[in-house]
């Protein structure tokens, strides 16, 4: 898997979008992104996942840049509920792994 | 119903005795993998299994085993649990693309 790198921690408002950055600057052509949260101890969550082009599912928007070096997740209207451990990985290997590396600490405040 | 459920959720337990942790999945996956995770860590693979018959260590299998029962079901073993293996637990599943859908966990303390 490709090396990330996301901020420790972020803040956002209740009602405002969240902004996730994750950096992935060795990832390689056939490197899927995939993000996923895991809210105080549960089991890890999928978001979502893209390659090359820019995705949207009902929980989030994934925005990667054309040279696909980083990429952004996007809640748009963040909630308490959204207060979770992000983690942006990069990769995946033939048999499924997923490397989680820190994360980011969203904490979304009313 | 929860498509990928763990049991027992808690567990406390002495050293040395044996432990089974149990996963189950209706979601009609082939591939299963057990996680553990520390506080403050990421997830770490102990065990995965394409099929009923392919087993496969992964990065911290010393100390644990498992068994494929069936497609949906896959277990995990601590054959003589140390307090070094209290984590939390987690069983996962895996669609196409990689990605994973896990259970709720299995927090397992050892005395």
């Known amino acids: 898997d490709a090396k990330t790198t996301q901020p420790t921690s972020m803040d956002c408002a209740e009602g405002r979008a969240a902004n996730l950055p994750c950096n992935h600057s060795?990832?390689?052509?056939?490197?899927?992104v995939y993000w996923y949260r895991q809210i105080h101890s549960q089991g890890p969550q999928y978001i979502i996942h893209?390659?090359?082009n820019n995705e949207t599912n009902e929980m989030a928007s994934l925005i990667i840049t054309e040279d696909r070096k980083s990429s952004t997740l996007i809640l748009p209207h963040a909630t308490l509920r959204d207060t979770a451990v992000y983690y942006c990985?990069?990769?995946?290997?033939?048999?499924?792994?997923?490397?989680f590396g820190q994360g980011t600490i969203l904490t979304v405040h009313p | 119903d929860a498509d990928v459920t763990q049991t027992p959720r808690n567990r406390i337990t002495k050293t040395g005795k044996r432990i089974m942790l149990e996963c189950s999945q209706t979601?009609?996956?082939?591939?299963m993998y057990w996680y553990r995770q520390d506080p403050g860590l990421g997830l770490r693979l102990i065990y995965y299994?394409?099929?009923?018959?392919?087993?496969n260590k992964g990065e911290i299998s010393d100390g644990y085993s498992v068994s494929r029962q069936a497609q949906a079901k896959f277990s995990l073993s601590l054959e003589s649990a140390i307090p070094n293996q209290t984590a939390l637990y987690f069983c996962?599943?895996?669609?196409?693309?990689?990605?994973?859908?896990f259970g709720p966990g299995t927090r397992l303390t050892v005395l």
């Open positions: 996962a599943t895996r669609a196409t693309t990689d990605t994973q859908y």
């Open positions: 060795t990832i390689s052509g056939n490197e899927y």
């Open positions: 893209g390659l090359k």
């Open positions: 990985i990069a990769g995946g290997t033939s048999y499924g792994k997923l490397t």
């Open positions: 979601k009609g996956h082939d591939r």
């Open positions: 299994s394409f099929d009923v018959k392919d087993i």
